[in-house]
C-alpha cells in the first residue's frame, strides 16, 4: 500500500529521479501539469503497470482525493517504492513548486486580441 507524502518530499524525490504519476485525465493534465510528471489516466491505470525500473514512483491527482480512494488500485500499478502525494497539484503549487502548461494560451477578447 502507498504512503502518503508532502509535496516537499515527492520534490526531493523527483529530483532523485523518482517517477512522478499523474492520474488525472488527459485535458486535466494538458491545462496544468508538474514538470518532469507522466499521465497515467485513471480510467486506465488498472489495465496497466508502471515500469519504474527501480525507481520509486509518487501518485498525485488535483487535490489527493482521487489518489487516496484508490489507494489499492494505485499500490498494486505502482509497486512497492509507490507514494501518494498530499493536496495534489493544488498543494504543490501551495508549497512554491513549478508548473507548466501544455495548452495554447488564450487571447483576450475572443482570441481576437493578445
Do not use: Y
Amino acid at each position: 500500500m502507498p504512503d502518503i507524502i508532502s509535496p516537499a518530499h515527492a520534490h526531493a524525490l523527483l529530483q532523485k529521479g523518482a517517477l512522478l504519476i499523474d492520474i488525472r485525465e488527459p485535458g486535466e493534465f494538458a491545462g496544468e501539469s508538474i514538470p518532469g510528471s507522466e499521465n497515467m489516466p485513471l480510467s486506465s491505470i488498472a489495465t496497466r503497470k508502471v515500469e519504474a525500473g527501480g525507481k520509486e514512483v509518487v501518485f498525485l491527482c488535483k487535490s489527493g482525493a482521487r489518489t487516496q480512494m484508490n489507494m489499492a488500485v494505485l499500490g498494486k500499478v505502482g509497486g512497492q517504492q509507490s507514494h501518494i502525494m498530499q493536496g495534489g497539484i493544488m498543494a504543490w503549487k501551495s508549497a512554491g513548486f513549478a508548473t507548466q502548461s501544455s495548452a495554447a494560451p488564450r487571447k483576450g477578447l475572443f482570441g481576437l486580441f493578445g
